[in-house]
């Protein structure tokens, strides 16, 4: 039977046995697998056809049980390539990058919560991006640079000026031209060739998929440009995780790339400016596992939050002040291994684009506000990288935005009404490929995503593995942007 390993991402909730969440936590990997392994390797069908038959002999069922293992199994394997340095390899990092950095320092960093880290066969290791959330986002850091860093007024100006022409105008456009691609790195794939000789194969069977724009409210007059080659399959207009499909046996790396165009609307809402319906809607307001769940204590900072309030857009605007207030940006680990992602965002107040994102979803949901996902690309002359929001819907004005990094960004530079532009409107900057968090792709892909939740820069799968990390090569480029 052809299983998608995505698929058990589903199940993450179930749960791990108590010696090895013991394990996981104190960062004994190599152990925990090895217990992982051996309880996949146990026959629970005795139970099952036993004299206890019909007893649940695991949470949620034997096959959920197995799942979530499964998950967790590939999870361990990666996370220690996420948290590479040692103490001292931490501070030498700052070290290159900032005057007068010491190790008392990181210490103090370390016990605020400011930096990200892990212990792994049982020694603290740091995340491999801790020292760019310190320059990012901290102005003391930003000042000691070794390398002088961007100046983020002119872009700030920009956006100041595209607000103002959305309140007076009601919308701003713009007309984009991307150019991106992903392959292989030359590395993965001289091993996977020397495999597939070893057992007698020629070619390394490659399937790839490379996001592209999908027809929503806010992007029109897509066109699909060019391909590097033709395409397998290019998924419906409308599919929850647009992508373009090749597949190909290959005896040389190649990169498989993608020319397209679109035109990009955003439209002013001010979601506190209207008189909401008094009966409400009541679609995309449930869980979805593992992430979009209503944890007890995410219900009662939901509770907290809203407490005396009876108006649906108040509650959103809650929920949008208490992240982009609150919770400091931090760069992420792979989204591959995080678990339980909103109610760690919401009490550890850290977290990057996608989990802001998914916070506000999960606590709208809770109160009854219908709400779910959207990411791509944030665009514009000279900048394209990957970028993750959210929607929320009040009727009667229906389908509105919630950018909560972007208001989070603006809080921290000062831009107040920056911050309440991105509660009820976006800027015409994206590429939206992804309207739902872990949907499949058309075809599914079948091993192990890098992403099983989100799709931005492509995924690659070579002889039936999904690749991750340093095994792949992607590419995106803003060819033109010119507003309208």
């Not at 040692?86 to 605020?112: H, I, N």
Request: proline share 6%; hydrophobic share 40%; aromatic share 10%.
């Amino acid at each position: 039977m052809i299983v998608d390993q995505n698929e058990w991402f589903r199940s993450l909730n179930v749960g791990l046995p108590d010696d090895v969440a013991r394990l996981k936590a104190a960062g004994y990997y190599r152990e925990a697998i090895e217990r992982i392994d051996a309880y996949l390797a146990e026959d629970w069908t005795a139970v099952q056809n036993g004299p206890n038959a019909g007893a649940n002999p695991a949470p949620g069922g034997v096959e959920a049980w197995r799942a979530a293992l499964r998950a967790q199994r590939e999870m361990m394997r990666r996370l220690p390539a996420e948290y590479i340095y040692t103490e001292q390899q931490a501070v030498e990092k700052m070290q290159a990058r900032v005057t007068g950095f010491t190790l008392e320092e990181l210490r103090a960093l370390d016990r605020a919560g400011r930096v990200d880290w892990r212990f792994v066969e049982g020694e603290k290791r740091y995340l491999d991006r801790f020292d760019e959330t310190l320059l990012d986002t901290d102005p003391a850091f930003a000042a000691r640079r070794r390398e002088p860093a961007a100046d983020g007024s002119a872009a700030r100006a920009r956006r100041r000026a595209t607000h103002e022409k959305m309140v007076r105008e009601g919308a701003a456009s713009a007309r984009i031209t991307v150019e991106a691609g992903v392959g292989m790195s030359d590395e993965a794939f001289a091993a996977a060739l020397a495999r597939a000789k070893a057992e007698g194969r020629q070619a390394v069977h490659v399937r790839a998929w490379l996001p592209l724009p999908a027809a929503c409210e806010s992007q029109s007059e897509i066109v699909l440009e060019s391909f590097s080659e033709p395409p397998a399959r290019i998924a419906a207009p409308d599919a929850p995780q647009r992508t373009v499909f090749w597949e190909a046996d290959l005896t040389g790396n190649r990169r498989f790339t993608a020319r397209y165009s679109y035109t990009q609307t955003a439209r002013y809402a001010d979601p506190l400016a209207f008189t909401p319906d008094p009966v409400q809607p009541d679609f995309d307001t449930g869980e979805e596992a593992p992430h979009i769940v209503f944890t007890p204590a995410l219900r009662a900072l939901a509770a907290q939050l809203t407490e005396g309030v009876t108006d649906p857009a108040e509650k959103a605007r809650r929920f949008y002040d208490y992240v982009t207030l609150n919770v400091h940006y931090h760069y992420q680990p792979a989204y591959f291994v995080l678990e339980d992602t909103p109610t760690r965002c919401a009490f550890d107040r850290r977290g990057d684009c996608g989990v802001m994102a998914l916070t506000f979803i999960t606590l709208c949901r809770i109160a009854g506000i219908p709400a779910r996902w959207q990411s791509g690309l944030a665009v514009g002359p000279g900048k394209c990288g990957c970028h993750d929001w959210a929607m929320f819907y009040i009727a009667p004005r229906g389908w509105m935005y919630a950018d909560c990094s972007y208001g989070a960004s603006m809080a921290r530079a000062g831009e107040e009404e920056l911050r309440r532009h991105y509660f009820g409107s976006i800027d015409p900057g994206r590429m939206a490929a992804n309207r739902a968090f872990q949907a499949n792709f058309d075809p599914p892909m079948l091993g192990f995503r890098a992403d099983p939740y989100d799709n931005q820069t492509g995924e690659v799968e070579a002889d039936g593995v999904g690749l991750w990390g340093s095994e792949t090569v992607s590419t995106k480029e803003t060819v033109s942007y010119q507003e309208l």
